[in-house]
Each structure stands twice: as C-alpha cells, then as structure tokens.
C-alpha cells in the first residue's frame, strides 16, 4: 500500500518532531516527499529553523501564534484557487 500523501496541515503539525529527529523513518520520507513538491512548507520549516536559531528553543510554543495563524489561512486560501 502507498503511503498517504501528507497534507500541509499534517506537515506543520510534525515539523517540530521532524527537527528534533524524532520522526520515524516513514514519516521523515513523507515529510520530506511533501516537502519537494510545496514552497509553502519550504518557507515554514525555514521559519522554523529561524525561530529555533533565534530562540536556541525548539517548541511549538516558540512560534508566533499569529504566524501560525497566517500559514493556516494560507493553506486555506490555496484550497479555494
Ligand atoms: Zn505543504
């Protein structure tokens, strides 16, 4: 059976085990296939890498909420185009 296509709601929600390296071994290649084909989840694990090197903190807690708040409207906003 294929795996599942991971969606990008899916993806934001696994990026800080992704970071962390605590992703088993079929997630990691899903995170990572998605990951080719989407620029906005490029941009966000940037963001991410970013806010970690800013902060020297991984959490979710380190992310604006604001910013999350706007990728989540952005994923949105692709659906309906
Ligand atoms: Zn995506």
């Known amino acids: 059976m294929e795996?599942?296509?991971l969606s990008c709601r899916e993806l934001v929600e696994l990026v800080t085990d992704y970071l962390e390296g605590a992703l088993?071994?079929?997630d990691r290649?899903?995170?990572e296939a998605h990951l080719d084909g989407c620029d906005g989840c490029q941009g966000y694990l940037e963001q991410?890498?970013?806010t970690?090197?800013?902060t020297g903190?991984?959490?979710e807690e380190a992310i604006a909420p604001?910013?999350?708040a706007a990728l989540?409207?952005?994923f949105r906003a692709w659906k309906r185009a």
């Open 66 to 68: 604001e910013a999350r």
């Open 24 to 26: 088993p071994p079929e």
């Open 52 to 54: 970690i090197r800013a």
């Open 72 to 74: 989540l409207a952005l």
């Open 3 to 5: 795996p599942e296509e």
């Open 48 to 50: 991410m890498r970013q």
């Open 57 to 59: 903190m991984l959490s």
């Open 29 to 31: 290649s899903r995170f």
